[in-house]
């Protein structure tokens, strides 16, 4: 799977859009971006993913530049709950076969705090 | 629809006890995963199965630790003569093969070896 290089913090005012960068300049074409964030002593909550146009649901919005070798997980309306550790993945699209699809690569992560 | 549990969620042991922790994926779904997470680090992946099989084991499943999952819904990850340096938090994940295989975590199983 392709590596990730993340910001190692970052902070945001409470009510204003947290951009949170990532660059996977060696991602492959079958590869997918996923995000996930960890708040302390939690297991990790899957945010979304994509593979090569931008993607939103309730919690975030997903932006992947159009060579790929970037995205920006976009958190709308930052609260104090939003506060993580937020993690950018690449990982190999399942249906691409071999074994080694399954797991996840987690790196170091940035941590947001989302402040008052 | 439960999500993914965990038990014990913390457990306290001494060095050389043998430890098992249980995960209940989500319901249906056929993939299993455990990772690793030690302070400050991001989880390392330690293994998976699919259904019942066991397809992939990290080279940090050291042969003191065993995985299972007999009846494909239910695991166990035993961790024998346990060491210091396996105090970790220990996530459980599970996903749906069949439908982009986004995994879906547990709340953790924090293990500290006095």
């Known amino acids: 799977d392709a590596k990730t290089t993340q910001p190692t913090s970052m902070d945001c005012a409470e009510g204003r859009a947290a951009n949170l960068p990532c660059n996977h300049s060696?991602?492959?074409?079958?590869?997918?971006v996923y995000w996930y964030r960890q708040i302390h002593s939690q297991g990790p909550q899957y945010i979304i993913h994509?593979?090569?146009n931008n993607e939103t649901n309730e919690m975030a919005s997903l932006i992947i530049t159009e060579d790929r070798k970037s995205s920006t997980l976009i958190l709308p309306h930052a609260t104090l709950r939003d506060t993580a550790v937020y993690y950018c993945?690449?990982?190999?699209?399942?249906?691409?076969?071999?074994?080694?699809?399954?797991?996840?690569?987690f790196g170091q992560g940035t941590i947001l705090t989302v402040h008052p | 629809d439960t999500g993914v549990s965990q038990d014990p969620r913390h457990k306290i042991t001494k060095r050389g006890q043998n430890v098992t922790f249980r995960c209940d994926p989500i319901?249906?779904?056929?993939?299993l995963y455990w990772y690793r997470q030690t302070l400050g680090q991001g989880p390392e992946f330690l293994t998976y199965?699919?259904?019942?099989?066991?397809?992939?084991k990290s080279r940090l499943l050291s042969d003191r630790f065993s995985a299972e999952r007999p009846k494909g819904s239910f695991s166990t990850l035993e961790i024998q003569r346990t060491e210091q340096g396996d105090s970790a938090m220990y996530l459980c994940?599970?996903?749906?093969?069949?439908?982009?295989?986004?995994?879906?975590f547990g709340p953790g199983t924090r293990l500290t070896v006095l």
């Open positions: 994940a599970s996903s749906l093969v069949y439908h982009t295989d986004t995994q879906y």
């Open positions: 994509g593979l090569k």
């Open positions: 319901s249906e779904h056929n993939r």
């Open positions: 993945i690449v990982r190999v699209d399942p249906d691409a076969g071999g074994t080694s699809y399954g797991k996840l690569t």
């Open positions: 199965f699919q259904n019942e099989a066991q397809l992939e």
């Open positions: 060696t991602i492959s074409g079958n590869e997918y």
